[in-house]
């Protein structure tokens, strides 16, 4: 069964760190980009930043400078570390990544989702 598997998450005071992992598990044939998104209370579900395969990134305005994306293509793992960190940073992380499960076939594929929150 092939699937994302995130950790990482908690609880952390402003201007701390954390560092959150997404593993993709199972009969994998290809890995394509991969992607953080973060859903706070009452809004809308948001992209926090995404990686190619080639180890290309794009980050969203708000997390720009702060947090830092990359990728492990040898573990098919993603790591979001995030560094000063903000109460508005506060939300639920999704990781999604497209996958080959099949071959020829690429589907996007989302974690279970882990918890930040930033308070003092």
């Known amino acids: 069964q092939v699937q994302l598997v995130e950790s990482g998450g908690g609880l952390m005071q402003p201007g701390g760190s954390l560092r959150l992992s997404c593993a993709a598990s199972?009969?994998?044939?290809?890995?394509?980009?991969m992607a953080w998104y973060r859903q706070a209370p009452g809004k809308q579900r948001e992209l926090v930043a995404t990686i190619s395969s080639y180890r290309s990134t794009n980050y969203a305005d708000s997390v720009k400078g702060r947090f830092t994306l990359s990728r492990d293509n040898v573990k098919n793992t993603v790591y979001l570390v995030m560094n000063s960190l903000k109460p508005e940073d506060t939300a639920v992380y999704y990781c999604?990544?497209?996958?080959?499960?099949?071959?020829?076939?690429?589907?996007?594929?989302w974690g279970q989702g882990t918890q930040v929150t930033v308070s003092s």
């Open positions: 999604s990544a497209a996958l080959m499960a099949t071959r020829g076939t690429w589907s996007t594929y």
């Open positions: 199972g009969i994998i044939y290809g890995v394509g980009d």
